[in-house]
């Protein structure tokens, strides 16, 4: 009987293990854009454990394949993987723009959002909170596709690999026209959007639109922005993005290191002020250090002697 148990005990690490290396692969087949053999490894793994964890992988690799009977799949396995769920991160996943036209999408937020508020209480100004989560995730939701031409771009000696990338350019530039345009309005009727007031998440969404836009409309309301984080009401790395981006902009060195540009073909930031003092300032703004948020968002090898005083 014992070694009955250890055998079991043992398969199970074995199957464990499989499991692990085929969604380490899938992962790495969709980071490149190959979604179908991505959603292949991603189904073995279902199979074999059928969690939430690999249902929402499914869910979003279906989503972002765009036809009518993948997001009949997407809607399936995104259900699934929301019965245990009560966070909101979901309505603002982009991955999901394929989904949020659809009317099944409508049932979903309200049913993420009814767990969210029997956790954590309710949200002030849900209808403003449903306008700034989808607006993250149209702000958002080509960056897939563009990011994948963008990282060809630089393999290969600035030029995109193919034209079907411009259509998506331009998507990308309606959607932030059309974002611009409606939170404007939303503006001028509530206000600046406080976390207190839609929570943190879709508060992020203004800035991320506003900070898309026109310089003009980032210094207008860069000072509510300001406010509002000073407050507690805004997150530090929204803040960060406006500040830095509006230095830029002027001319001056940036001060938390969030702004990148392409220099010969690779990213690089944009000088920043006293580089070796610049993870001080992000601490005390609640962020972590240059050095690892570059390489985890940008793959840039950043380095510079840091300093506390």
């Known amino acids: 009987m014992k070694n009955i148990f250890l055998a079991?005990?043992?398969?199970?690490?074995?199957?464990?293990?499989?499991?692990?290396?085929?969604?380490?692969?899938?992962?790495?087949?969709?980071?490149?854009?190959?979604?179908?053999?991505?959603?292949?490894?991603?189904?073995?793994?279902?199979?074999?454990?059928?969690?939430?964890?690999?249902?929402?992988?499914?869910?979003?690799?279906?989503?972002?394949?765009?036809?009518?009977?993948?997001?009949?799949?997407?809607?399936?396995?995104?259900?699934?993987?929301?019965?245990?769920?009560?966070?909101?991160?979901?309505?603002?996943?982009?991955?999901?723009?394929?989904?949020?036209?659809?009317?099944?999408?409508?049932?979903?937020?309200n049913a993420q959002i009814e767990k969210y508020e029997v956790n954590y209480g309710q949200i002030k100004n849900e209808e403003f909170a449903r306008e700034l989560f989808r607006m993250i995730v149209r702000d958002q939701g080509f960056m897939y596709a563009g990011n994948i031409e963008r990282r060809k771009y630089i393999k290969n000696g600035g030029y995109f690999s193919s034209p079907s990338i411009f259509p998506v350019l331009a998507l990308e530039e309606k959607n932030v026209s059309e974002n611009t345009e409606r939170l404007l309005e939303l503006l001028d009727e509530y206000g600046w959007p406080t976390a207190t007031q839609v929570t943190e998440y879709a508060a992020a969404g203004a800035a991320l639109i506003i900070n898309h836009a026109s310089y003009e409309l980032r210094s207008k309301y860069f000072p509510l922005l300001k406010e509002a984080f000073e407050r507690g009401e805004a997150q530090p790395l929204r803040f960060a993005k406006m500040q830095d981006r509006l230095l830029v902009e002027e001319g001056k060195q940036q001060l938390y290191g969030t702004q990148i540009k392409f220099e010969n073909l690779e990213r690089t930031p944009y000088p920043i002020k006293e580089p070796e003092f610049v993870d001080k300032r992000r601490a005390e703004i609640g962020l972590g250090p240059l050095a690892p948020y570059l390489k985890a968002r940008f793959d840039i090898d950043w380095e510079a002697s840091q300093k506390k005083k």
């Open 8 to 109: 079991c005990i043992f398969s199970h690490f074995i199957l464990t293990g499989q499991s692990q290396a085929r969604l380490s692969t899938a992962d790495s087949l969709k980071r490149i854009g190959l979604l179908m053999p991505a959603l292949e490894k991603y189904a073995q793994v279902f199979r074999e454990n059928p969690n939430p964890e690999v249902s929402y992988r499914i869910a979003t690799t279906c989503a972002l394949l765009w036809t009518s009977q993948m997001r009949d799949t997407a809607f399936f396995f995104l259900n699934h993987s929301l019965k245990e769920d009560s966070t909101l991160k979901p309505l603002y996943d982009p991955q999901f723009l394929s989904l949020i036209d659809d009317r099944r999408w409508k049932h979903l937020e």
